[in-house]
């Protein structure tokens, strides 16, 4: 696996116009991290260089391919259809009742 420092780094501002994304939205990637196929935290990998922070695009495209929701095949997942708010009082209405059946 190569490190970062083996990299071209680029400062995080020039790094979220190459992401067509804010800036804050990189400093987030790399400070909080995004929750990956498995369900944990990625963080895009950075580096302080005297005052900056500077990250690769080799970086981003790593954290990029870590946090992509595609399976095995290539192909992206349905996303659950939200209920609507009838079944979701249908569904609280009926949990309701089987609490208060059973005295709680």
Request: net charge positive; glycine share 6%.
């Given at each position: 696996?190569?490190?970062?420092?083996?990299?071209?780094?680029?400062?995080?501002?020039?790094?979220?116009?190459?992401?067509?994304?804010?800036?804050?939205?990189?400093?987030?990637?790399?400070?909080?991290?995004?929750?990956?196929?498995?369900?944990?935290?990625?963080?895009?990998?950075?580096?302080?260089?005297?005052r900056r922070w500077m990250s690769s695009k080799e970086?981003?495209?790593?954290?990029?391919?870590?946090?992509?929701?595609?399976?095995?095949?290539?192909?992206?997942?349905?996303?659950?259809?939200?209920?609507?708010?009838?079944?979701?009082?249908?569904?609280?209405?009926?949990?309701?009742?089987?609490?208060?059946?059973?005295?709680?």
């Amino acid at each position: 696996m190569s490190s970062i420092w083996d990299e071209e780094l680029v400062s995080l501002y020039e790094l979220s116009r190459f992401a067509k994304s804010h800036f804050i939205s990189v400093w987030r990637w790399g400070l909080k991290g995004l929750p990956a196929k498995d369900g944990a935290r990625v963080k895009l990998e950075m580096v302080r260089v005297g005052r900056r922070w500077m990250s690769s695009k080799e970086a981003l495209i790593r954290f990029s391919e870590a946090i992509d929701p595609r399976d095995d095949d290539g192909e992206v997942p349905p996303r659950p259809v939200p209920r609507n708010f009838r079944k979701r009082q249908a569904a609280s209405d009926k949990a309701a009742k089987r609490l208060q059946e059973a005295g709680i």
